[in-house]
């Protein structure tokens, strides 16, 4: 299969949250700030975005999906680009929307920010 940079595959909040209650082989990888992960977070490991490439060996590549969720998908959806064309993972999933659209549609107590 050929890389081809422009394609992200993608999670819906809703995929994730059954993907997780199902003990699916799942990796979730929160790639905000401490400070973003101490306010509110969903589990996951914490490796802030500009720490990924150098902390990659942290990442267990090997489960069936990687999904990597941020504030809003925007920075998740740059490290799934950077680690897709590091490594050449195909397990790597953006998580749409973030921390944000859990909030909203997960789990509405969660504070937002």
């Known amino acids: 299969m050929t890389f081809n940079p422009k394609i992200v595959k993608e999670l819906t909040v809703q995929e994730l949250k059954t993907k997780l209650d199902s003990n699916q ?13 101490d306010m509110v977070n969903i589990g996951g490991k914490l490796i802030p975005k500009g720490e990924v490439l150098k902390r990659y060996q942290e990442i267990d590549s090997k489960k069936e999906t990687i999904a990597v969720l941020c504030r809003s998908g925007k920075r998740s959806e740059d490290i799934v680009l ?20 859990w909030a909203e549609k997960i789990d509405p107590s969660l504070p937002r920010y």
């Open 25 to 37: 082989s799942i990796e979730l990888i929160d790639v905000r700030e401490k400070n973003e992960f």
């Open 82 to 101: 950077a680690l897709q064309k590091e490594f050449g993972w195909e397990n790597l999933y953006n998580v749409v929307g973030g921390i944000l659209e």
